[in-house]
């Protein structure tokens, strides 16, 4: 197949071929130059860079856990913007859940308890475990299996927080309206965010919720 271009930017090269282009750490692509108009097969040369890549890429991955637990879609994502080849991200992550250091669904119930403790509601966190990569069923059981309690707890002091940081003898329904929208930005659902506010509410002047059915 022929390369159609070959270009250097941000210490990568980049070879195109048949619609495909390729991103190469500067280190391999000096050890075997391609230029524009070169014949080269795809499988062999994935394959000539797969021995290079294997160990350096492990080493990579084990590194990056060894700071703090990731996904894996968000470890791979990691490793195809370094130039590793996808069959080299997919034998390194094989690799590692083999060894048991990369299982998503851990990773997701302690990025879930971590972003709860951090005062972030279900809706955000949820929102963050599909970016990373985490499948719908493991992002669902991870939040099922928090404390509801907690996020109220967290919801409302978060609500109390609020509500003092508002200007004085701002209207009531006003800051209420102010704390319900910090809530959303948060990650929390109305019904949360209403208990939430309700019972920051109750702390500070014990008064009855405007919005209570």
């Given at each position: 197949?022929?390369?159609?271009?070959?270009?250097?930017?941000?210490?990568?090269?980049?070879?195109?071929?048949?619609?495909?282009?390729?991103?190469?750490?500067?280190?391999?692509?000096?050890?075997?130059?391609?230029?524009?108009?070169?014949?080269?097969?795809?499988?062999?040369?994935?394959?000539?860079?797969?021995?290079?890549?294997?160990?350096?890429?492990?080493?990579?991955?084990?590194?990056?856990?060894?700071?703090?637990?990731?996904?894996?879609?968000?470890?791979?994502?990691?490793?195809?913007?370094?130039?590793?080849?996808?069959?080299?991200?997919?034998?390194?992550?094989?690799?590692?859940?083999?060894?048991?250091l990369?299982?998503?669904a851990?990773?997701?119930?302690?990025?879930?308890?971590?972003?709860?403790?951090?005062?972030?509601?279900?809706?955000?966190?949820?929102?963050?475990?599909?970016?990373?990569?985490?499948?719908?069923?493991?992002?669902?059981?991870?939040?099922?299996a928090?404390?509801?309690?907690e996020?109220?707890?967290?919801?409302?002091?978060?609500?109390?927080?609020?509500?003092?940081?508002?200007?004085?003898?701002?209207?009531?329904?006003?800051?209420?309206?102010?704390?319900?929208?910090?809530?959303?930005?948060?990650?929390?659902?109305?019904?949360?965010?209403?208990e939430?506010?309700?019972?920051?509410?109750?702390?500070?002047?014990?008064?009855?919720?405007?919005?209570?059915?």
């Open positions: 197949m022929e390369v159609t271009q070959v270009r250097r930017m941000r210490g990568m090269w980049y070879i195109t071929l048949g619609g495909e282009t390729l991103r190469i750490p500067r280190s391999l692509y000096e050890k075997r130059p391609i230029a524009e108009g070169d014949e080269i097969d795809p499988e062999e040369y994935d394959q000539w860079l797969l021995l290079r890549q294997y160990q350096p890429g492990l080493e990579y991955a084990v590194s990056l856990l060894a700071q703090r637990p990731y996904a894996e879609g968000e470890l791979e994502a990691r490793m195809l913007r370094l130039g590793y080849r996808p069959v080299t991200c997919e034998m390194v992550l094989h690799k590692l859940k083999k060894n048991n990369l299982d998503d851990d990773f997701a119930r302690q990025w879930a308890e971590a972003r709860v403790r951090r005062g972030l509601g279900p809706q955000r966190i949820a929102g963050e475990l599909r970016r990373k990569g985490v499948t719908a069923e493991e992002t669902q059981a991870a939040m099922e928090l404390d509801e309690g996020h109220v707890s967290a919801a409302t002091a978060l609500a109390a927080k609020f509500l003092r940081s508002g200007k004085p003898g701002e209207d009531r329904r006003k800051a209420d309206q102010r704390v319900l929208a910090a809530l959303a930005r948060r990650g929390y659902p109305y019904a949360i965010a209403k939430a506010l309700r019972a920051a509410r109750e702390g500070s002047d014990n008064t009855e919720d405007p919005y209570d059915d």
